[in-house]
């Protein structure tokens, strides 16, 4: 497990993360989404740790415009003109904003920190679910590794031909990974129903701007949809520049806080 | 007669008939009445739209007729929902693409039955076949079925294309002249207005119907006609209506005209309500194909917050790497 520790508590990430990602959801207009996807890449960049977790908001910008490409070529079943092809091109890139929302949030926070949060009922799944949100950063660092070893024996590891001998050690060594951080995590008291609260989380003033300014955000976009305002979901027929409300942008501003107060962990 | 003869008579026959026979058919359609064109009525709540629009295949969906009818006599429309709804058209309906965020009210789809009767649709107009001599209909209201719905007014083929097709030589008239000006769709500021410049013609029904077949001016492919602009006094039960370099712009009149909620009207592309909402649209009324101050607001901060981000990326990257390997 990383050493790092963000300044901002767990909890505050996932306000964070679940607002703007609402948020999002509620519209298709390119500019606010294109926001919003500045906005967690602010946030990311300034708040993320070193080591692997950084590269695995990358992975999540790859699969973010991978949906965009794969949902705007979906439009070859049907019609093809101008405006299928953006109306496409803007579900796709709802989603991809949600995906890149995601990112930021799973590359600035450590998974097992947000697993202390879960209540002893549901320990167990949040432990699964702590163990698949690392497996991104997890899988990168046995990927480098995997690699590097094949480089000192020779192996050719550049190229389109090389991905195939590196898929079954990489998969090796993360079985095996999962089964030393499993008994790890045992041994420090993560099993069942032997947690302790040693050194819990605080809630700092960032912390709770962070999560109100979130929530204070969402709420706006909600409010915006619930009365039909700020051309939320533009119509692509005519094709024509979506309006952009001035509000909904200051409101989108909002989830920019965690690039201004978090910053990365100072040593406690 | 001598068998050549005979022979030579026959083949004669048999060839004169071969090329005389397809004209004297064709003049004989011709005579029948061939149709090329479908018809479009529109019943906004407050008035009623009536367009003979040209075909360009043999069979349309009802949305392609709907964006013919656009460039032909500068209708205005908005679609939503990928093109497969209606939100907008001739300036009511909701803006933004949710057809539906004015529930109960919508546009309702009909088919003309022929005899001026109408039959409510059962699939969206993107999927339905229109053909010459059809009679396509929309009506702005309430009601989820035929019996609950205002239907469009009663209107066959005959009513709204008139004697379009019995003089062939005459059809290009009414049907088609695409006025040269605003055409339905394209990348400026004014698609939604449909005709950007001062095309009255075809879109105004006053009262009653239009039939722009026999008001057009035939040749040239200026369809502006005077004795037929918006009349402000009979469009609609109280809206005010001004116009002024090419655009046109309608207030909505919420009371005056009981049915039709008249949501919003155009002006170069800038869906706003005109209750003034701050939210709305981030002061694009102002500028015709210029850049709202929202939209200018967003690109700022999209630029500011990347570039800060690639800043500070670039600070951790170099710390990382020197701690990187032990």
């Known amino acids: 497990m990383s050493a790092r520790g963000n300044s901002l508590h767990p909890a505050a990430w996932i306000v964070w993360a679940t607002c703007a990602g609402m948020a999002a959801f509620t519209t298709t207009n390119p500019f606010y989404l294109g926001l919003v996807i500045a906005i967690s890449w602010f946030v990311f960049a300034t708040n993320r740790p070193d080591g692997p977790e950084a590269r695995s908001f990358r992975i999540f910008l790859m699969f973010a415009a991978i949906t965009v490409a794969l949902r705007t070529t979906l439009v070859i079943f049907g019609t093809i003109d101008a405006s299928n092809i953006v109306y496409a091109a803007l579900e796709g890139l709802r989603i991809a904003t949600l995906l890149i929302v995601f990112g930021a949030f799973n590359s600035v926070t450590d998974p097992f920190g947000v697993l202390r949060l879960a209540p002893r009922r549901f320990h167990e799944p949040a432990l699964a679910a702590a163990l698949a949100l690392s497996i991104a950063p997890r899988t990168i660092t046995a990927a480098g590794r995997v690699r590097e070893a094949q480089q000192l024996r020779g192996i050719r590891v550049t190229g389109l031909r090389s991905l195939p001998a590196l898929a079954v050690p990489v998969l090796e060594t993360g079985m095996e990974d999962a089964v030393t951080l499993a008994e790890s995590m045992d041994a420090r008291g993560h099993g069942r129903g032997r947690r302790t609260r040693y050194r819990p989380e605080r809630w700092s003033g960032a912390a709770v701007a962070v999560a109100a300014t979130a929530a204070a955000g969402m709420f706006i976009y909600f409010a915006a949809a619930f009365t039909e305002r700020g051309d939320l979901q533009p119509s692509t027929d005519p094709l024509h520049w979506p309006q952009v409300s001035t509000a909904l942008v200051l409101a989108a501003l909002l989830f920019a806080l965690p690039g201004i107060v978090g910053g990365k962990a100072r040593a406690p | 007669m001598k068998p050549g003869r005979v022979r030579a ?318």
């Open chain 2, 9 to 326: 008579a026959a083949v004669s026959l048999a060839v004169s008939a071969a090329v005389l026979l397809p004209i004297a058919g064709g003049v004989t359609l011709a005579c029948a009445g061939s149709r090329d064109h479908a018809a479009l009525v529109i019943d906004t709540g407050s008035q009623s739209l009536e367009y003979c629009v040209a075909l360009t295949s043999s069979s349309v969906t009802g949305m392609e007729l709907i964006k013919l009818a656009s460039s032909q006599y500068g209708l205005q429309y908005s679609l939503g929902f990928g093109s497969k709804a209606v939100c907008q058209l001739a300036g009511v309906g909701v803006s933004g693409g949710d057809c539906f965020s004015d529930f109960p009210n919508f546009w309702a789809y009909w088919h003309g039955t022929g005899s001026g009767g109408w039959s409510w649709a059962s699939t969206g107009a993107a999927d339905t076949s229109v053909q010459a001599g059809d009679v396509e209909g929309w009506s702005w209201g309430k009601g989820t079925d035929a019996s609950s719905h205002n239907a469009p007014p009663s209107r066959s083929y005959e009513n709204v294309c008139g004697s379009i097709d019995s003089d062939p030589g005459s059809g290009g008239s009414g049907g088609d002249g695409s006025g040269g000006s605003g055409s339905g769709g394209s990348g400026s500021g004014d698609e939604d207005q449909g005709a950007g410049s001062g095309d009255g013609a075809g879109a105004d029904g006053g009262t009653g119907s239009s039939k722009p077949s026999e008001d057009s001016t035939t040749g040239s492919g200026n369809k502006e006609n005077p004795g037929s602009k918006r009349d402000p006094a009979t469009t609609d039960g109280g809206g005010t209506e001004s116009e002024g370099a090419g655009r046109t712009t309608r207030t909505a009149s919420q009371s005056g005209s009981g049915a039709a909620t008249d949501r919003l009207s155009v002006s170069d592309g800038a869906n706003e309500s005109p209750e003034g909402l701050a939210l709305a649209a981030g002061g694009s009324a102002g500028t015709p194909g210029g850049i709202s101050s929202g939209t200018v607001l967003a690109l700022a901060a999209i630029l500011i917050l990347a570039g800060a981000g690639a800043m500070a990326a670039r600070k951790t990257r170099f710390a990382g790497r020197h701690e990187r390997k032990g």
